[in-house]
């Protein structure tokens, strides 16, 4: 199915548009619409699903009809769809659903992860792991239990037949710096290995350290492509941050972020050559563990 959230920003797009045409601003419509200006605020913004009764009120407040009317609508309607992550509600926190509605339409996702492996990719004891060192950082905005079963759900998704493409360039100190357990680090790569090999739709690569990167630096921080099958969804980029994720849409942003990920694809080393590396990691890790050093 399309993706809900970005049929959602186009809906909100195209609702804001039409209000500014016909030069209203977000409370005139709102007292129109006999609601709150924070309401119309976030159906603008993607910030929630759309009610389709609403949004036949807003179309019938812009003029819109015939065929305009007819796409809207089916618009609004693919917006308001719910994925499976909807029954998890808000327990598995803002980011792990967000990405489970991009993950949904996506055609392909390409990813550079400077510190981390990317949640989609995660054994469940690396998530408990990982759940551990955030409840060091202070409360958590998530149910552990729920966001947990809400990611395995995610890979699920990505290794179904028709899931996208999946592509991430790791930081080779994602890979050696132990964030967590040596045997549960060992199993991860292990996984990893397992699960990539001879899938087409997945691929890895490890970016050394001491390779330079053509045409530039580094960027600051890790970030996600997603890519959709409808040519009328264009392809957004979600950064990385500390507390939240940052989604651009404008598409001269996304175009610089394109050409940072081709710039580190070339860089990094091939796929097979990364998952030799991983497997080889792994077996130092286990070696260790063994002779507990």
Do not use: C
Request: glycine share 6%.
């Amino acid at each position: 199915m399309p993706s809900p959230y970005i049929r959602r920003l186009r809906l909100g797009h195209e609702i804001r548009r039409l209000r500014e045409e016909r030069g209203l601003t977000a409370g005139d419509v709102a007292r129109l619409l006999f609601t709150s200006r924070s309401k119309v605020s976030k159906v603008e913004n993607a910030q929630v699903r759309p009610d389709l009764a609403d949004v036949v009120k807003l179309l019938e407040i812009f003029e819109v009809s015939g065929p305009e009317w007819d796409r809207l609508f089916r618009l609004a309607r693919d917006a308001a769809e719910k994925g499976w992550w909807e029954k998890y509600g808000t327990s598995t926190g803002h980011r792990e659903r967000l990405f489970a509605s991009l993950e949904a339409g996506a055609k392909s996702v390409l990813t550079y992860s400077q510190t981390n492996f990317p949640a989609i990719l995660q054994t469940p004891e690396f998530t408990q792991a990982l759940i551990e060192l955030d409840r060091e950082q202070g409360p958590l905005e998530y149910q552990p239990e729920r966001m947990a079963s809400a990611r395995t759900q995610r890979q699920q998704e990505l290794l179904r037949p028709d899931g996208p493409e999946y592509e991430t360039v790791l930081e080779a100190s994602v890979i050696h710096r132990l964030a967590v357990p040596p045997a549960v680090m060992a199993a991860q790569l292990r996984y990893l290995v397992q699960t990539i090999t001879g899938q087409s739709r997945i691929t890895l690569r490890v970016l050394p350290h001491d390779v330079p990167i053509p045409g530039g630096l580094l960027p600051k921080s890790a970030f996600f492509l997603f890519r959709f099958p409808d040519p009328i969804d264009p392809p957004i980029t979600i950064v990385d941050t500390v507390t939240t994720d940052l989604v651009l849409t404008e598409q001269r942003e996304v175009a610089r972020y394109s050409g940072h990920y081709v710039r580190l694809r070339e860089a990094a080393l091939t796929t097979t050559d990364s998952l030799t590396l991983l497997s080889q990691l792994a077996e130092r890790l286990i070696d260790k563990a063994g002779s507990g050093t």
